[in-house]
Every structure is written in structure tokens, then in C-alpha cells.
């Protein structure tokens, strides 16, 4: 008769669990209507404050520029190589091999940004044509992808460290019949 008692403790069990998942459900539910009402009032204060670092930034790109170029100075191309790997994924970088998911960046430094034929760039970088890929857009490009080009396709979150966009800027500047000259 243990059998009988063991379905009536199942069930039980079953009916707790559920009930404690459902009330979980409906919480979480709550929570992501309450933050989609509240957001207007945070994106305003968000849109403040990302009109406030923009201005700093456009006041520090001289300093900025002037930093990455000692950075580039110094840089590594062979450490740039060892950083190149995580960018194959999505990119070639031989010359001829065309593109995969990225343009090929075989020849990209002082290339007009987004110039690679057959390659269907996004908006965002379609907006930055007539630019050239030099040290310093590069510099900003690999730093904060969705920051320099705002809606881009690209998922790479960026390198926070100068020294090693540097090194990796020196290594795709190597990718060249003809590399440019790197500051002294």
C-alpha cells in the first residue's frame, strides 16, 4: 500500500514545485514590464550621459591620437599575429581569400572603409565611407566596434587595451604589398 501513500506524496510534491515555478514565471514577468515602462525615464538620463562622454571624447582624441601613436611606435607586429587568430573567425587575412562573414582585411590599412567589393557592409559603416581605415580610425574602430560605428553587424566587443590594438594595427599594417610607415 506503500504505492498509494508514494503517488499522493509525488503529486504533492509535483503541485509545490509547479506552484513555486509559476509564481517565479509570473515575477520575472513582472519585472520585464515594469523595466519597459520605467526605460524611457533611464534612457533619457542615458542619452544625457552618452551626449556628455562623447564631448569628452572628441576633447581627448588629440591626446587620444598622440597616445596611440607612441603605442604604435613600440607596437609588436608578432604579438599582433597571436591577436589576429580571435578576428579569423569572421575575416581572412590573406591576400586573394576574399571574405567570410567579415570583409578580408588583406590591405586594410589606408583602405577606403567599407570598400571591399562584393561585400555587403552594414549601414553604419556604409555611413563612414569616404574615410580611410589609417592608424588612428582603426585605433577607434578596434576599441569600441558599436561605439565608432553605431548599429554595426560586428559582434567583437573591442580591445580595451591601447597596447594591444597597437600591436594588432602593426600586424594587419604587415597584410600589404606596400605596409605604411608606423610613427616614430
Known amino acids: 500500500m506503500s504505492s498509494g501513500s508514494d503517488t499522493v506524496h509525488s503529486n504533492r510534491s509535483n503541485a509545490i514545485l509547479g506552484a513555486l515555478l509559476g509564481t517565479l514565471l509570473f515575477v520575472q514577468t513582472v519585472r520585464i514590464i515594469d523595466e519597459s515602462f520605467s526605460a524611457p525615464e533611464s ?3 542615458e542619452a544625457s550621459h552618452k551626449a556628455e562622454t562623447k564631448e569628452a571624447a572628441a576633447a581627448s582624441s588629440a591626446g587620444d591620437a598622440e597616445s596611440f ?9 608578432e604579438r599582433g599575429a597571436g591577436l ?10 590573406e591576400e586573394g581569400q576574399g571574405k567570410k562573414v567579415g570583409p578580408g582585411l588583406y590591405g586594410v590599412v589606408n583602405r577606403p572603409i567599407a570598400s571591399e567589393e562584393g561585400f555587403n557592409y552594414s549601414a553604419a559603416l556604409k555611413s563612414k565611407a569616404g574615410g580611410k581605415w589609417t592608424f588612428a580610425e582603426l585605433n ?4 569600441d566596434p558599436k561605439a565608432y560605428a553605431k548599429g554595426t553587424s560586428m559582434g567583437f566587443p573591442g580591445l580595451k587595451s591601447e597596447t594591444k590594438r597597437a600591436d594588432l594595427v602593426a600586424y594587419l599594417n604587415t597584410l600589404s604589398k606596400s605596409p605604411a610607415a608606423l610613427p616614430k
Do not use: P
Open 43 to 45: 534612457s533619457h538620463a
Open 69 to 77: 601613436n607612441k603605442a604604435l611606435a613600440s607596437a609588436s607586429a
Open 84 to 93: 589576429v587568430k580571435q578576428c579569423q573567425s569572421c575575416h581572412t587575412i
Open 140 to 143: 577607434k574602430w578596434l576599441d
